[in-house]
């Protein structure tokens, strides 16, 4: 029985120091934005008519991409900037009908289109 329970205790400990591992692999890797598009917009080559998108870029990488229900319709290039403070909100910048700009909540860093 003893022997039960010290496998037990190291198996548990064993998951609970492995747990922060998988959350922050997780939690650090996409961010994301949700736009809604009112008028026909520009990323990149990409054309939006007015709905609903999701904005994902991975840190690190150098790509966002563009979902609409889960599928991704566009992949545009970008670099990463830094922010002078966290935004409280994702917030999407435009310029003439195209976007130039992704902040993502809580990120210091945002995406500039190039």
Known sequence: MRIRATRTF???AVLLL???VFAAKN???TNSATYDVHEPTTIGQT???PGQYSLEAVDGQNELSILQHGKVIGKVPCHWIQLPAK???SEVL???GKVT???FKGNLQAVQLD
């Open 94 to 96: 435009s310029d003439q």
């Open 18 to 20: 492995a747990a922060p």
């Open 101 to 103: 700009r992704v902040s």
């Open 47 to 49: 054309q939006l008519k």
């Open 27 to 29: 939690a650090s890797g």
């Open 10 to 12: 190291a198996a548990l």
């Open 87 to 89: 935004p409280l909100t």
